[in-house]
């Protein structure tokens, strides 16, 4: 087998469109139309070739991206449309793509990688673990009257406005685990476009004419029965440009029967309205993330105290990241050494996806002990959760 990009021609386009259709959109049929006006994000497209053919047997696409982790910026590898049309199912080929995908990060310096999984079971046993939940919420328009607000001004832009949205980004993702630095293009062609219909884009200025929040969403069904849709495209800077954000979605209610948002796990939107009953709020496991580099990303980030123990980790995907780290903090500052191909003898042993989940801030070492998830003592247990604090990691991110 040899993973390799896929062509950079219309062939490999149609390619990539025929996978990717009958693994994700398998109704629409076979035909497949390729226009030109759809979104192209930056990524490469990946697939794994058997050594005596010239289409692949399974492929895949990535995106590189830069991510917000204690303190520091790393790079992030972004693992998206793995697809393996049905005659070549069940045959490992999944596997060897992901395994050879991760080298490639490995080689290329970006220690992380992220996904959202189409079944997060089936990501787990590669060593992904979920690192993200979001809220879901659904109600009438009019329950967001009482939380509205109607300072500053609200206007509709474009992508030549993505600089103004970036500003809003930057501040309100400000010590957010797991934000992304959004580069034009993402802005351009992954935030502010859309398969099937660019959304509405609108920025909200406060007293001042600084930019303070946005809103990109949809509106969907028919007259009667229509949805205002946000999901991932929307940021506020504090709260008072949040109240403004739902008053503008208050501000729909004579055109829209309801409304759909999605926000990071501790917006408490139940605790700004009046009547908590009248929205349906739903916690959803986000994306997973696992380490593909332990060194290169322990040695990367900034530390609260000094410290010194091992850690065995078992990696069902990567040979290379399985065994034993000596992990040394030095005013704030981390060397790491794999000093072992063993998991024996450490201080704590647990698998790569629980110890990825406690590096973002997703889950304490605690919480990993009491799950049965981590083998260590109870100064072991301390020290992991002073040198990894729990957070609300966030990748909003759709890709």
């Known amino acids: 087998m040899e993973f ?18 009958y693994a994700f959109a398998p109704n629409r049929g076979p035909d497949i139309d390729l226009d030109d006006d759809q979104p192209d994000p930056p990524h490469i497209r990946y697939g794994l070739y058997p050594a005596d053919g010239d289409e692949p047997v399974s492929i895949c696409s ?4 830069r991510t917000h982790l204690r303190g520091r910026v790393l790079p992030m590898g972004g693992v998206s449309t793995v697809a393996t049309p ?17 080298r490639e990060y490995r080689d290329d310096g970006t220690p992380l990688a992220a996904l959202w999984p189409f079944e997060h079971p089936f990501y787990a046993q590669f060593g992904w673990a979920t690192a993200s939940r979001y809220l879901e919420w659904r109600g009438e328009p009019s329950a967001l009257r009482e939380a509205a607000a109607a300072d500053g001004s609200w206007e509709r832009v474009g992508a030549d406005a993505w600089a103004d949205l970036d500003a809003v980004h930057s501040t309100a993702t400000e010590g957010q685990q797991l934000a992304l630095d959004r580069s034009e293009a993402w802005w351009r062609e992954r935030q502010l476009r859309g398969w099937e219909s660019d959304p509405y884009v609108y920025l909200w200025r406060d007293g001042d004419g600084e930019p303070g929040a946005y809103v990109a969403y949809r509106i969907e069904g028919d007259w009667g029965d229509r949805t205002f849709v946000v999901r991932s495209n929307h940021e506020a800077v504090d709260r008072v440009a949040l109240h403004n954000v739902l008053g503008f979605l208050a501000d ?5 029967d309801a409304f759909a948002l999605r926000t990071a796990p501790d917006v408490p939107l139940h605790e700004m309205v009046d009547d908590p009953e009248a929205l349906e709020c739903t916690l959803h496991a986000g994306p997973m993330v696992r380490l593909v580099d332990v060194p290169a ?6 530390y609260p105290v000094d410290a010194q123990l091992t850690v065995a980790l078992e990696d ?21 050494e794999q000093v072992s191909e063993s998991v024996d003898s450490a201080d704590a042993t647990l698998g790569i996806g629980p110890f990825s989940q406690l590096v973002v801030g997703y889950r304490s070492a605690a919480e990993l002990r009491t799950a049965g998830e981590l083998e260590a003592d109870d100064g072991t247990v301390e020290t992991l959760d002073t040198l990894f604090p729990e957070r609300t990691p966030h990748l909003q991110e759709g890709f």
């Open 62 to 65: 990535s995106y590189d991206f």
């Open 86 to 102: 049905p005659e070549h199912r069940r045959q490992g080929y999944v596997e060897t793509m992901l395994r050879e995908l991760c």
């Open 252 to 256: 729909h209610d004579s055109q829209v």
């Open 316 to 336: 069902p995907l990567l040979s290379a990241v399985a065994g034993r780290y000596e992990l040394t903090v030095t005013d704030g500052s981390a060397t790491v």
């Open 297 to 302: 990303a322990l040695s990367a980030l900034t």
């Open 4 to 21: 390799r990009p896929l062509p950079d021609d219309e062939a490999g386009d149609r390619l990539f469109a025929r996978y990717v259709q």
